[in-house]
């Protein structure tokens, strides 16, 4: 299977519906061309996904690769590995994205230490 570049933009994360899981919606671009909208409503349950119009790969394209070409996520959960698809591979990149965007939010204002902020007057 060919190699692609898989890119999560647009990702607005709505923090007020999140309750269980990530409330977001994003897009999903694969070598630079649009190809699938993911949305999930924070209630715990799966992501909406849906192949973009006019997009060239299909969802389970997209998904199939990601099981075969991308290394599983292994956590203290999960010692040996969970298998990535998808919608875990949105899950991960939306919360990666969100969180970069916090740390340069606070570099100007705060200084990080251990995980705590400290305001800087």
């Not at 199939?64 to 919608?87: M, R, T, V």
């Not at 991960?92 to 305001?119: C, M, P, S, W």
């Amino acid at each position: 299977m060919r190699n692609m570049k898989l890119e999560l933009r647009n990702v607005k994360i709505a923090r007020n519906l999140s309750e269980e899981t990530l409330a977001y919606t994003a897009t999903v671009y694969v070598d630079g061309k649009r190809a699938v909208d993911v949305s999930n409503n924070g209630h715990g349950g799966c992501d909406m996904q849906y192949r973009a119009k006019g997009g060239e790969h299909t969802v389970e394209a997209i998904n199939d690769w990601c099981k075969a070409n991308l290394p599983a996520l292994k956590s203290k959960y999960f010692p040996d590995g969970l298998e990535q698809d998808l919608e875990l591979w949105c899950h991960e990149e939306a919360e990666r994205q969100d969180l970069h965007k916090t740390i340069r939010g606070k570099l100007g204002r705060f200084i990080v230490i251990n995980g705590r902020d400290e305001y800087l007057e």
